[in-house]
């Protein structure tokens, strides 16, 4: 059983933002600009920042639940890792320097390249065959990772006619988990910041014999219950995490999918060509 996640730094200042004096009505205030550097900042750094005084930092602090400054500091750099864009944002001076974009690129490509040596040809393969042999592929993603798994299963339904993307709007789970059985395939996304209920949904999966791929970034711990553990860096160095390294990996996948699919998928691929044109669907 999960504990009860206990409220985030953004949440506890916005909560106490009605019970504060002035001066610590306007640290608050200031601090909510870039919540995420009070984790860089000292006690005595943040006070002079914010024009208020040592004592001023430390009452507030004290009001929002929090033993010390140190706590606090902590708790906000688990909420960087938790993924929270908000806390991730950097101070406007560092944000615009002039080689922001470079920074940005090169994060990509060291994501990229972490991919290429930590990713494998032939497990891939095995996840592909896997896929083209089973009785049903599932694509299953939530908040972020759902555009992935919708891409991924886009790619795939032109040479697999069984496939399932989920969630679908305006349904709950049940209806299609109850379905997922021991000959299907199971590709599911846990990219930050994961879904309270994602642990659930994996040991429902798991529990039906399906065999499963399992897509994370580098945060989430092994997974040893799986079939497969693909694990893709979103590193970046604004708020944003950066997925190219997933996409990348649908991107192969897919690819060696249709390569492997043999003459029935280019029956399938010709078919739907052909359906394109007696249409005039594409231009």
Known sequence: MSSVQKPSFVTRVKAALPLLHPTERRLAEFILNFPGELASYTATELAGLAGVSNATVTRFIKKLG?????????????NREEGAALLRVEGREEAEGDNLLHRHIHQAVKNLDHASQHLSQAVLDEVAEAMLTARRVWVIGFRSSHPFAEYLNWQILQVIESTSLLPRAGETLAENLISIAADDCVILFGLKRRTADLEAVLGQVERSGAKVLYITDESAPSNERVRWHAVCRTAAPGPLFNHVAVLSLCHFLATRVIELSGAEGRRRLTGIE???EALDELQ
């Open 274 to 276: 052909a359906i394109h």
């Open 66 to 78: 929090y033993r010390s400054y140190e706590e606090a500091r902590q708790h906000v750099r688990d």
